[in-house]
């Protein structure tokens, strides 16, 4: 048996964590930027429709 | 009152999967062979499941696409798909990590793991390839093409381990030399647990699909005016 077993269980078992987290917060960004974009576009228009 | 049915359920997968790591880690005992690194397995499998199910559920999409010309079924199949990326590189790394202990190499190219790899490959080709078409539904199109082309690799990848003669151990919740007991009940308690907050994820996803079809559709209005 490898002398570093436990130390590999735990960078398998963080990395698993860490990619779940990672995704997670990427996609929360991703969400931020997008609500931005379509607040700047929906202001755009109604700009536009007014003038 | 989206919002709160994601926060409930993400709320809900992070304290499962809290739970579940406290009995991986304190309550199950060491493997009498491979010692504690066998504890990967708990997420190891349960993160293939998942990715099975999210995959599943984009082909079934991607179908529905191509027969109701919907954008909405290519944006539940390309959330779904993203998602299970995420869930694949989980059981991809996690699998190098174990080899690298179990076996004493990070990789070999053996049929589950160069199955496992292509199917990887295939789904993250289908994500960039979603990035080089500008049109919605002539990347819908394709996209939904090649998703069902992908799909095909599934199978490969879940019958290898007994099509072939692998280097990866034969299946281990069924069959002979099965594991039993809490150790199998662990790998089933976290499987529910990564499945919520694979729904987190995807539920996200598809909001945002659902933004960025208005998005496109306020820029056409913009040329316009």
């Known amino acids: 048996m490898d002398s570093r077993n436990i130390e590999f269980m735990f960078y398998g078992l963080a990395s698993a964590w860490v990619i779940l ?5 990427t996609l929360l960004v ?22 | ?20 790591l406290h009995v991986i880690l304190l309550e199950l005992p060491d493997d009498a062979a ?32 191509l027969i109701k010309k919907d954008l909405r079924w ?3 199949a390309v959330a779904t798909t993203e998602v299970a990326v995420a869930f694949l590189t989980i059981g991809l790394v996690t699998g190098s990590i174990w080899g690298r202990v179990a076996w004493g190499i990070w990789w070999t190219w053996d049929a589950r793991l160069t199955s496992a790899f292509v199917c990887w490959l295939l789904y993250v080709g289908y994500l960039v390839l979603r990035t080089a078409i500008d049109e919605p539904t002539q990347r819908a199109r394709i996209s939904a093409v090649l998703q069902i ?10 019958y290898s381990i007994e099509w072939f003669r692998t280097q990866h151990p034969a299946p281990v919740l069924r069959g002979a030399g099965s594991i039993e007991g809490p150790m199998k009940a662990a790998v089933y308690a976290n499987w ?21 079809r208005e998005i496109d559709s306020l820029r056409r209005t913009v040329h316009a005016l």
């Not at chain 1, 987290?21 to 917060?25: A, E, M, N, R, S």
């Not at chain 2, 529910?192 to 960025?212: D, H, N, T, W, Y």
Request: hydrophobic share 55%; no cysteine.
């Open chain 1, 21 to 25: 987290i990672g995704y997670g917060l």
């Open chain 1, 30 to 51: 991703r969400e931020r930027k997008i609500d931005d974009e379509l607040r700047r576009l929906r202001s755009l228009v109604e700009d536009r429709e007014r003038k």
């Open chain 2, 1 to 20: 009152m989206r919002k709160t049915v994601i926060t409930v359920m993400a709320v809900l997968g992070i304290a499962l999967l809290l739970r579940n």
């Open chain 2, 34 to 65: 491979q010692g504690p690194i066998y504890r990967i397995m708990f997420f190891h499998i349960p993160s293939w499941f998942t990715a099975g199910i999210a995959l599943s559920l984009s082909l079934a999409a991607s179908v529905m696409y």
């Open chain 2, 74 to 76: 290519d944006g539940m």
């Open chain 2, 149 to 158: 082309f992908a799909f095909a690799d599934l199978p490969i990848v879940w």
């Open chain 2, 192 to 212: 529910p647990a990564l499945m919520l907050i694979g729904a987190v994820f995807v539920m996200l996803r598809l909001r945002q699909e659902s933004v960025k």
